[in-house]
């Protein structure tokens, strides 16, 4: 009979204070997020008043309009080009500088965000190239796209090939294989490439900072201009709204990854 490990008071204290340490911060922004006081540490009893100021605020709504216009088409583009970057790492045949094509596609997971930034300010200043909605959708793409390729590849390389053998055997040619059989077994991957493209794409401020331009503020940057002259209430109702959105997207992240899962065992036995 397998015996069940007991949790000490040391390990549930640990786990316990590490849980704090993580969440009791976003839990108090969230609460003062209801507060009906104009002053940020003094509770005025519970309201809407904030939520109700956020979306009167025209400035604070085209910056979220913004934001959320970037992470999509962003996502979309990095999901498409990280997902082709995977297939060739993981289907294609040693080719001619394929380390160096991996060491490019993967340097943005280590570079600093800083060096990323200014480097495509820099290009942008080159190209004589307008700041604005698709300079911000370009930079968030080089920043997501790595992302989306690790997340795929991985699904990829635990995939078994036999598969697509099988259905070349019957009569498939090679892209119509991976179409039909391939495809859709690592869809969920894909849709959990492109959420994580999304929310990194929608909390980023250094990148969006560097290729930004005037009149199109995302709004991690105009929350932190705002951050800078003093907290206003109306902050913590948008960083609780920002908050829903994330958890929401990392609850469909998670049900794609266990239907990727359970896929996975399914066609196991084939």
Known sequence: MRKVARLSRFNVASLALG??????????????????????????????????EFFNDRAMIEAAWMSLR??????????????????ALSRGERFRGRTLFSGMLYAPLVMPEV??????????????????FWTVTIAHTTLTMCFVAVVVQSRLGSLDRSLEEA????????????????????????????MLAFTL????????????????????????????????????AICT?????????IVIASLASKLSSSQGKSAAPL
Request: charged share 10%.
């Open 19 to 52: 849980l704090a340490f993580l969440y009791l911060p976003i839990l108090i922004l969230v609460i003062y997020s209801f507060n009906a006081s104009r002053l940020v540490t003094v509770w005025g009893g519970w309201s809407l008043r904030w939520y109700h």
């Open 115 to 132: 060096i990323t930034g200014l480097s495509l300010l820099l290009l942008f200043v080159a190209l004589n190239a307008e700041r604005g």
């Open 201 to 236: 794409s929608l909390d980023d401020l250094v990148i969006a900072s560097f290729t930004t331009g005037p009149g199109s503020a995302t709004l991690p940057i105009r929350i932190y201009s705002e951050v800078r002259l003093g907290v206003k209430p109306e902050i913590n």
């Open 241 to 249: 709204l920002v908050i829903a959105l994330i958890a929401v997207v």
């Open 167 to 194: 259905a070349m055997d019957l009569g498939c040619d090679p892209v119509r294989a991976f179409v039909a059989v391939t495809l859709p077994l690592i869809a969920p991957a894909i849709v959990a490439g492109w």
């Open 70 to 87: 970037v992470a999509v088409s962003s996502a979309t583009i990095a999901t498409l080009l990280g997902t082709l970057a995977a297939v």
